[in-house]
């Protein structure tokens, strides 16, 4: 987990070996707005959802949290809250999948996840780590929508 962590971290900065001045394109309308350092970077919540403890053996049940997970996503997204969000192949860790929050405190991001049917069930439970990033990470949003077929 550490690697993964370590990973996340340090890719940001791999930009910064190109070639050119870092401020050659520097936009500060557009870096304030979206809340940039001067590195172009902010703090996240990273959240590292794993298997909870709960079992669940009614699949109709189960099946009808992780549709409201979904749907919590989709509020989440909605309200600029969430940014990122996916899951993880099969992996002996457990580990599940991913939220990267534009929330400020792990104490506000719990707030949210606490708004998560899987989560709140225990089928799912969260880490919450700060995560030093790219400010410019909530742009993505509106290209993945011009990209993707369906949202299911």
């Known amino acids: 987990m550490l690697r993964l962590l370590l990973l996340l971290v340090l890719v940001p900065f791999a930009g910064n070996a190109q070639t050119g001045s870092a401020g050659d394109n520097y936009n500060k309308a557009l870096a304030d707005s979206l809340g940039a350092d001067q590195y172009g ?17 009614d699949k109709e049940k189960v099946a009808s949290l992780f549709k409201g997970h979904m749907d919590n996503i989709g509020k989440l997204v909605a ?3 969430l940014i990122v969000a996916g899951p993880f192949a099969k992996n002996p860790q457990q580990y599940r ?10 104490e506000e991001t719990a707030a949210l996840l606490a708004s998560d049917p899987a989560v709140k069930s225990g089928l799912l439970k969260a880490e919450i780590y700060g995560w030093y990033g790219s400010a410019a990470l909530p742009l993505y949003l509106p290209l993945h929508q011009q990209i993707e077929k369906s949202n299911h």
């Open 97 to 106: 999948g991913l939220f990267i929050f534009t929330t400020k405190t792990k």
């Open 41 to 57: 970077m902010r703090m996240y919540q990273f959240v590292l959802l794993k298997t909870g403890d709960s079992t669940i053996a």
């Open 79 to 81: 309200a600029h809250q």
